[in-house]
């Protein structure tokens, strides 16, 4: 018989060795005095209701590989129903639902889900869209009121708790359909398996030493799967997770204190918002042991406000680099980024993402836009060459769901293995450091040689009125014009026209000091770039470069 690999037999482990320890609490009300009251689950609870709930899901249908939309807001019942799926055998399609409507239903409709584990208002658009998903016909209501079906959670639940022999599964079934935030293109539905799944938890925990009967906040939904099999207790945070930029500092702050939080997860937008707070209000946060961030580069101005909430001198705020399709890639802390390489950043050397984590192959090679058949077809490039970057390890995912052609342009076959590319470009520095300079897709071609966005903007950003910028090219690629589009910091907008050309004289000279960018003739200002919706960072310079275009004119 195989090994079981089904990621909800790790919970099922927390269970049995950390019965009683908290797997999640969530903000569930106030009190009279406005302190949050918490509701919670314990391992055993979490392990039992998951197992009832899996009960009910097999009862409704659900077999060995159906495709079950899940859309429910991060909860207790969310954790529990993701937990029933995986036991049930499901293959769980999750979906941002900061995506927006027409996304979401062209996204789901793309793989056919079978049924929807969903809030009404879903059920609801559903039912209305309902040739948009021809197969969908084991429906689930989660929370009132029930518009749609009899089906709601509590009906998974059935009577009392007996045991459940979840469904076996190993190590290459698949376990979810997970889309990319869509920052270059469409969404793709990435193709997770359980095997996955499993090595991502052991990778993070043995990097970052996370020990069990830790407390996370997790600002990204699905790092709750993670705490779970590791033995770690997940607070719920209370925000949107679809805009993370909007973070209500004081909130997440109360529940860091309240719960002893000692990691937490979040997109830089959101930590630059809590940063700044703290920074404000003098506030520190004495339970961290460790912050992660991650989705784009974390600006240095973020990483020196948060190291300045920890008390504890062994705490810092970790990047780990990489994508839905693969993650974790490289890592670095705070520290070694304010000491060792933020000099370079700004010079334009890139931002370093770390080492890669023990066990995860990183290569460099030359730039193509084609697949490449095989490895021995890419060319790697020395340290200190830019190219494109690409990894294997037991994290990266095989393929996309039911997207050939997307496949074959991120796959490389290597014999029996295959490579990721990352859709990324940089390098690995003489140390085999990785230094990213960009996605490929954003790369400007000037007449003078490509031109990497990451490390262009930099040298803008050293600017103290500038919060972040973004380099498009206008024309035909080879004879692209390139432009800096600047997002000045609050309040620090130039308004008049003096201002502007004061400011863009400054920009300009910044530029001119360094070979990289002395090309560049052009500044835009900017009141908020455009920017993804999971992590609201990524600049959407697609978007941009067609608004630059027009100004010029
Ligand atoms: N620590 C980091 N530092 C710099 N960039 C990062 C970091 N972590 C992630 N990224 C960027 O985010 C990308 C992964 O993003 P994600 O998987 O959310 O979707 P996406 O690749 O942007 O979506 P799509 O493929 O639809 O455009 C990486 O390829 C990289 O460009």
Known sequence: MSTQRNIADRLHQSAQAWPFQKAVVFPAGKDKQGRYAYSSMTFQQLDQESDRLARGLIQLGVQPGTRMALMVRPSLEFIALTFALFKAGAVIILIDPGMGGKNIIRCLSEVEPEGFVAIPLAQLIRKLKRRSFPEARLNVTVGKPVLTSGIDYQWLLGGDWEPLEMVQRTATDPAAIIFTSGSTGPPKGVAYEHGMFWSQVDLLRDYYQIQPGEVDLPGFPLF?????????????????????????????????????????????????????????????????????????????????????????????????????????????CGREVLEETSAQTASGAGTCVGTPFPGVQVKIIEIHNEPIASIEQARELAPGEIGEIIVQGPMATREYFQRPEATQLAKIPDGARFWHRMGDVGYRDAAGKLWFCGRKAHMVHGANGPMFTVCCEAIFNQHPHIYRSALVGVGAAGAQKPVIIVEPEQGDFPESQSARDQLTQELLALGQANPLTESIETILFHHSLPVDIRHNVKIFREKLAPWAEKQIR
């Not at 993370?244 to 959101?270: H, L």
């Open 224 to 332: 709750a799967l993670f705490n779970s099999a590791m033995g770690v207790t997940t607070v719920v945070p209370d925000m949107n997770p679809t805009k993370p930029a909007q973070v209500n500092p004081e909130k997440i702050i109360r529940q860091i204190n309240d719960q002893g939080v000692t990691q937490a997860f979040g997109s830089p937008a959101m930590w630059n918002r809590i940063g700044r707070y703290c920074e404000q209000h003098q506030i520190q946060l004495p339970s961290l042991k460790r912050v992660l961030s991650a989705g784009a580069p974390v600006p240095v101005h973020v990483i020196e406000r948060m190291r300045k909430t920890f008390v504890n001198s062994e705490t810092d705020i970790n990047t780990p680099y990489g994508a839905t399709e693969s993650l974790p890639v490289a890592s670095i």
